[in-house]
């Protein structure tokens, strides 16, 4: 049956290729031959199209593709009380490439006011019609792990539990200011938990002094204390990423070493689950997923290729998955987002529409 309220059936990530109008603009900007309003203006109408193209393909959801971003997490926090960004001496490190060397850290007491990207919601809620807009931001996990400690000022966060305790009340700051923005639904990006899964990720966290089970503890316990007291009418999701950069990945293996903590005790409405090639592992640890009202959308669909899924391997696929979790609470979605930075990833944007076409085509086959 469909699912009319978030998330859909047919869902996605958030994120879409940057339009060459955009990239050209931003160039522009740049070398300061536009000013901020002048780009601004070509973001607005790449969005109105954006929004009428994902309608025209048949989703219930709708997002801004992030068009006014260059990165999907640095972006946000820029907005943030006591929070700055600065030159790295190096890039994050992807399988066979780095991004542009830049990083955040913590200077200040963490905060949530004024963000600028309430103004982007709002203009995207205006823009929706009868679908729903979807908000997509970093979880909080990614601001305390790209850095760790040595991205906190010693002298603002002497003791970490009271870091911790900033950063749940900053991200619960940021659900009520998007919800009074009239947001219902919004998306949290998460990286850490897949390398919380990855054995190579570990050992580099223990390697700088992180226990990865602490580290997975802690997590939780920042994000519920986020979710604490979230309007009811507000779905929130919790996208786990190995990583996407021009089509290249991070962290590999399957979700079992996290299954139990993530699925069985994190609070939140919906879990958006990396399942689309052989790193991801298998779906048995959807087992912990608890019945009720939580779903589970599978990214099935790559975003890292062009080459498009056969509808009937996807209604294999969430068939299999099927046998570990209730059938009424999965969904099906790309795996990620097309272009989580502005480089985006290595497809075309006629591919892009038809994997977004063979999403809405397979939920509809499956659950109508």
Same mark, same amino acid.
């Given at each position: 049956m469909p699912h009319l309220t978030p998330p859909f059936r047919a869902d996605t990530v958030g994120s879409f290729l940057r339009p060459a109008a955009i990239k050209q603009a931003r160039a522009r900007f740049q070398a300061g031959e536009?000013?901020?309003?002048?780009?601004?203006?070509?973001?607005?109408?790449?969005?109105?199209?954006?929004?009428?193209? #994902?309608?025209?393909?048949?989703?219930?959801?709708?997002?801004?593709?992030?068009?006014?971003?260059?990165?999907?997490?640095?972006?946000?926090?820029?907005?943030?009380?006591?929070?700055?960004?600065?030159?790295?001496?190096?890039?994050? #490190?992807f399988n066979g490439v780095q991004t542009r060397a830049q990083s955040v850290r913590v200077v200040g007491k963490l905060g949530f006011a004024n963000h600028p990207m309430l103004a982007d919601f709002r203009f995207l809620d205006a823009l929706r019609g009868d679908a729903v807009a979807k908000m997509t931001i970093p979880s909080p996990s990614v601001l305390h792990f790209r850095g760790g400690r040595g991205a906190i000022d010693a002298s603002v966060y002497p003791d970490l539990s009271a870091y911790f305790d900033d950063l749940a009340a900053t991200w619960r700051e940021a659900i009520h200011a998007f919800y009074a923005a009239g947001c219902r639904y919004l998306q949290l990006d998460d990286t850490v938990w897949a390398y919380l899964c990855s054995a190579d990720q570990c050992r580099q966290m223990r390697e700088r002094g992180d226990d990865p089970q602490k580290l997975a503890a802690t997590y939780a316990r920042v994000l519920n204390q986020a979710l604490a007291d979230k309007p009811a009418d507000m779905t929130i999701g919790l996208h786990v990423c190995r990583g996407n950069f021009r089509s290249t990945w991070i962290a590999e293996g399957g979700y079992e070493p996290v299954a139990e903590v993530l699925f069985g005790s994190v609070n939140v409405d919906a879990f958006y689950l990396e399942y689309d090639n052989a790193r991801s592992g298998g779906f048995e640890p959807l087992r912990f997923v608890r019945p009720g009202h939580q779903q589970v959308v599978l990214g099935l669909v790559t975003t890292k290729t062009g080459e498009l899924e056969s509808a009937e391997s996807l209604r294999q696929r969430l068939a299999e998955a099927a046998q570990y979790v209730r059938p009424e609470q999965l969904c099906l979605s790309p795996q990620c987002g097309f272009a989580s930075t502005e480089e985006g990833n290595s497809l075309s944007e006629d591919q892009q529409w038809q994997k977004i076409r063979r999403v809405v085509e397979v939920a509809e086959a499956v659950w109508h």
């Open positions: 536009i000013d901020a309003a002048a780009l601004r203006a070509v973001e607005d109408r790449a969005i109105r199209d954006l929004v009428a193209k #994902q309608r025209a393909c048949g989703l219930a959801v709708v997002t801004d593709g992030e068009f006014r971003r260059a990165w999907w997490h640095f972006d946000f926090f820029d907005g943030l009380q006591g929070v700055e960004r600065y030159e790295a001496e190096q890039g994050i #490190q």
